[in-house]
């Protein structure tokens, strides 16, 4: 069974910077689009970074752009802030080769989610 893997979840200040990685259990994944979505307290799950399957094209959420950036495996994070305080879950989309959009449903696979913390 694809599994996904989210780690270096943690607790940091405000302006600090943290990279949380995303681990595939096959290599059937590998042309996959990856997402990053994420639940803050008392909210809906967002969309936030996307990356094409073929890794050409990023998509980000406004919250996050010029913050956040995304690779094959990784979402490295600058300034943050305590209202990025959430879980953070990644996801692929074997389909989405050469486009990815911010869409839980079009993402197959899920991780089980890492926590992040900023403090103020």
């Known amino acids: 069974q694809l599994q996904l893997v989210e780690s270096g979840g943690g607790l940091v200040q405000s302006g600090e910077s943290l990279t949380l990685s995303c681990e595939a259990s096959?290599?059937?994944?590998?042309?996959?689009?990856i997402g990053w979505f994420r639940r803050a307290p008392g909210k809906e799950r967002e969309g936030i970074a996307c990356i094409t399957g073929n890794n050409r094209i990023q998509n980000y959420a406004d919250s996050v752009k010029g913050r956040f950036i995304v690779t094959r495996g990784h979402l490295t994070m600058h300034a943050l802030k305590p209202e990025d305080t959430a879980v953070y879950y990644c996801a692929a989309d074997p389909e989405a080769v050469a486009y990815c959009y911010l869409s839980e449903g079009d993402f197959k696979y899920w991780g089980q989610g890492t926590q992040v913390t900023v403090s103020s």
């Open positions: 096959s290599p059937d994944l590998d042309r996959a689009a």
